[in-house]
């Protein structure tokens, strides 16, 4: 098989999750013994999120109505797309199951390795992320948004988050660093520090006053900063952390048929496209897993395993099973076309995207009414 290449700064080959699995010392996802609320999600249902570590202590607390901690973070560069959906959705599914939601804009991270201009970072996580966020369900109520580099408006709360970032630099070693991130720069060691900070404040007193499950949804390229956060946080005796807990996602496809780029409009759909512009971009770019003519396609048939329109379906655009497995079957045997393909696929992106836009407009005075409330 095709070597593949999964790290914080970089995806690409083939990935074989099953190995990645095995490399990162992940547990798969075992949807048998899922509680029937999770099953009712499409990521879990379909084996979309596909492994974890420590996920029992979120159940756990789930079942027992015992308060838990969901954290995330966002790096505010380029549009909202499909591809960053999917966290949205497990932030919003986390909250209604109880959840208190933490979300961090990776504000420093970003002006180290991407734009020096923090102004713009802002507007983006704001107009791009917390918006589509709010437009997607998000109770900004339930929920505590900032960027790293204001943690808060408090002055004790904001001493023990970067405090813990400065303290959990004495427990991590310059060869760990290197071993778990490859190359490494000042920048990387302080975003990471950083991104452990994230994870584990909402533990400290100043914040949720006491150690309790916290679940991190990621994808594998994640990773990493989960394990150095895991590490750090046993070893620092001055604060006492109940161990993370992570879940970990396939990608998404870009509709090329590679990795999405937020750098390359080619490659996914921003929630806030003009559906009639999406439908152009799946027609044109989308790839297929169709045969080269109609008639070869009818004989031979589509392979959806590879084909970015089924793709997109699969990962919530259907929320049927039913009809998607009837897809599955119709275009693998060569009853459906890709042409048709497509079409059901920008039907259901259209709805989306028309019904969204409508959620957006009215997000976008939550939003405002939220940000006033934290000057």
Request: a positive charge; proline letters at 4%.
């Amino acid at each position: 098989m095709e070597e593949f290449k999964v790290t914080p700064w970089e995806i690409s080959g083939n990935i074989d999750y099953n190995k990645l699995i095995t490399e990162f010392g992940l547990e798969p996802i075992d949807k048998e013994k899922l509680p029937k609320l999770f099953l009712d999600n499409v990521l879990f249902r379909r084996g979309i999120i596909f492994a974890h570590r420590d996920f029992g202590k979120i159940l756990m607390a789930i079942k027992n109505k015992k308060p838990f901690v969901m954290m995330t973070g966002l790096m505010p560069s380029g549009k909202f797309h499909f591809g960053h959906k999917m966290v949205a959705d497990q932030i919003i599914f986390y909250q209604n199951l109880g959840a208190k939601v933490y979300i961090a804009v990776a504000d420093i991270e970003a002006y180290n390795s991407r734009n020096p201009n923090l102004k713009q970072l802002h507007e983006t996580a704001i107009e791009e992320y917390l918006t589509n966020y709010v437009a997607l369900g998000l109770d900004l109520k339930k929920c505590d948004f900032y960027f790293q580099s204001q943690r808060s408006n408090d002055g004790k709360k904001s001493n023990a988050y970067y405090s813990l970032a400065n303290m959990l630099s004495r427990h991590a070693t310059f060869n760990e660093f290197r071993a778990i991130y490859g190359e490494i720069t000042p920048a990387k060691m302080s975003a990471a520090l950083l991104q452990a900070s994230d994870m584990l404040h909402p533990q400290l007193k100043e914040f949720e006053g006491t150690t309790l499950p916290t679940i991190i949804p990621v994808g594998a390229d994640q990773d990493p900063h989960l394990r150095l956060a895991r590490d750090v946080s046993k070893r620092i005796k001055l604060h006492k952390f109940e161990q993370l807990s992570s879940t970990y996602h396939k990608f998404m496809p870009g509709l090329k048929g590679g990795k999405m780029s937020s750098s390359d409009e080619t490659t996914y759909i921003a929630l806030t496209e003009d559906p009639k512009a999406a439908t152009k971009k799946v027609n044109k770019y989308a790839f297929s897993g169709g045969q080269s003519t109609v008639e070869e396609h009818r004989k031979k048939g589509g392979n959806p395993e590879i084909d970015v329109a089924y793709q997109m379906l699969l990962y919530g655009l259907e929320e049927n099973d039913e009809k998607l497995e009837e897809i599955y079957y119709d275009y693998k045997s060569g009853k459906m076309l890709t042409g048709e393909l497509k079409q059901y696929l920008n039907e259901k992106l259209t709805k989306f995207l028309e019904q969204h836009h409508k959620n957006r407009e009215k997000a976008k005075t939550v939003v405002q009414e939220f940000l006033e409330k934290q000057k």
